[in-house]
C-alpha cells in the first residue's frame, strides 16, 4: 500500500467524500487501497473536509510592575480579599488566575483564621503558672482522666474565613487574624468523652443541656462505673472550667470517689489532649467539611463508628504532644501554643 507521502490528490478527495458520508475508517480501507495511517493522516486537521487550523496561541503579556505592586497593596491593607474580587476592584485588568499566580510568586499564601478565645494579661499568667508547674514537677499525664464536651451539628463544623497572608519561617502568620470562639446553637448532638493513656473511655451522648445536675447524673451512672472497673485507676480527673463543672458539690463528688480535680486555667483548649480527639472526630465524620447529615441518628452513628476505629495508640500519642503544647506555650509566655509554630505534628501521624 502506498504510504501517506505517495498519496494522490483524487485519493484524498476520495478519502475526505467517504469520511463525509459518515463511513468509519475500516470501511473505508475496504474502498481505498490505503492503510489505516495514511488515512489517519488524511484526516488529520479535518472535520466533514473542511480544513480545520490551529489557533494561533497569543503572545503572554507580561504584567506590569506597578500593577503587581498594586495586587500586593491590596492584598496587605484586605488579607482577606479573595483573587476575584481584587480582579473586579481593578476593573478586570487582570484575571484572578493572573492575581492568584502574582501571590504565588511573592510567597503569601491562604490560611484559614482559627477561632480562639481571647487571651487577658490574667489569663496569660494562669496559664504559664499551671504549665510551669506541670513541667518543673514532671507531672505524670498518664495518671490524669482528661475530659471534655463538644457540639457536633447536622451541618458540619463551623467554617472559618481564609487569609492572604505572607509566609515566615518560625512564625504564625494567622494569629493576628484569629477570629473568637463562642459557643454556637444550631441542630446537632452533644458528646462526652474520658480517656486515660491507653485507657479508652466511653462516648457518651448528652440529650440534655449540660447543667450540674445533668452532669453530675452522667458522672455518678455511666462516668464512675467505668472509671472503677479500670485496671490501673488513675488518681486525677480533669475537666474545664465550663458552668456546669465550677460548682463546688460537682468536685467535692469527684473527690469522693477517691480521685483529685486538676485545676485547670482559664481560656486553654490548646492544652487539654481530647481537642486532637475532638478534631479527628470531625476530619472524619464530616470527611473534611464536605458531608453533612438529615437526622441526629445519623450523626450519632457516624461519630460512634468513627471513634471505635482510633486505635489505643493514638490516646498515648497525643499525650506526647500535649507535652510539645506546654512547651510551646512556655516560649509563646503564656500565649497560644502554636504561636511561634516552632513544633508541628500532623493528625495523621498520631493514628
Not at 469520511?19 to 489517519?40: A, F, N
Not at 505524670?140 to 463538644?150: G, N, P, S
Amino acid at each position: 500500500m502506498p504510504s501517506a507521502g505517495r498519496v494522490t490528490d483524487e485519493e484524498r478527495l476520495e478519502v475526505l467524500r467517504l469520511r463525509g458520508e459518515g463511513l468509519s475508517i475500516k470501511e473505508i480501507v475496504d474502498h481505498v487501497r490505503l492503510g489505516k495511517t495514511s488515512i489517519y493522516e488524511i484526516l488529520k486537521g479535518t472535520i466533514n473536509g473542511n480544513s480545520v487550523k490551529k489557533r494561533a496561541r497569543p503572545e503572554s503579556r507580561k504584567v506590569s510592575p506597578r500593577k503587581k505592586a498594586r495586587v500586593l497593596r491590596m492584598f496587605a491593607k484586605d488579607p482577606k480579599l479573595t483573587c476575584r474580587e481584587c480582579s473586579a476592584q481593578m476593573n478586570n485588568e487582570l484575571s484572578h488566575t493572573t492575581i492568584h499566580r502574582i501571590l504565588v510568586q511573592n510567597k503569601i499564601k491562604s490560611y484559614r483564621v482559627r477561632r480562639r478565645p481571647i487571651l487577658s494579661c490574667q489569663h496569660r499568667l494562669k496559664r504559664l503558672r499551671f504549665v510551669y508547674e506541670m513541667v518543673t514537677q514532671r507531672a505524670d499525664l498518664t495518671a490524669i482522666v482528661w475530659t471534655d464536651e463538644k457540639k457536633f451539628k447536622l451541618d458540619g463544623p463551623d467554617g472559618g474565613a481564609r487569609i492572604w497572608l505572607r509566609s515566615s519561617p518560625g512564625t504564625n502568620a494567622t494569629e493576628q487574624f484569629s477570629m473568637i470562639r463562642r459557643q454556637q446553637g444550631g441542630s446537632g448532638v452533644m458528646v462526652w468523652v474520658g480517656f486515660s493513656d491507653t485507657h479508652k473511655g466511653p462516648l457518651l451522648f448528652i440529650d440534655d443541656s449540660v447543667t450540674a445536675e445533668v452532669y453530675m447524673d452522667m458522672l455518678q451512672t455511666r462516668v464512675f462505673p467505668w472509671y472503677n472497673g479500670l485496671p490501673t485507676r488513675p488518681s486525677i480527673y480533669q475537666h474545664d472550667n465550663a458552668p456546669a463543672h465550677r460548682p463546688d458539690w460537682v468536685n467535692d463528688a469527684i473527690r469522693a470517689t477517691g480521685v483529685d480535680v486538676l485545676q485547670w486555667p482559664p481560656h486553654s483548649p490548646d492544652l487539654n489532649p481530647v481537642e486532637l480527639v475532638w478534631a479527628q472526630l470531625s476530619q472524619k465524620v464530616y470527611n473534611k467539611g464536605r458531608r453533612q447529615y438529615t437526622s441526629v441518628e445519623a450523626l450519632k452513628a457516624a461519630i460512634v463508628r468513627e471513634y471505635e476505629k482510633l486505635p489505643y495508640s493514638f490516646f498515648h500519642n497525643i499525650l506526647v504532644r500535649t507535652w510539645k503544647n506546654m512547651v510551646n506555650v512556655l516560649l509563646s509566655k503564656g500565649g497560644f501554643s502554636t504561636l511561634n509554630g516552632r513544633i508541628k505534628t500532623t493528625l495523621g501521624s498520631l493514628c
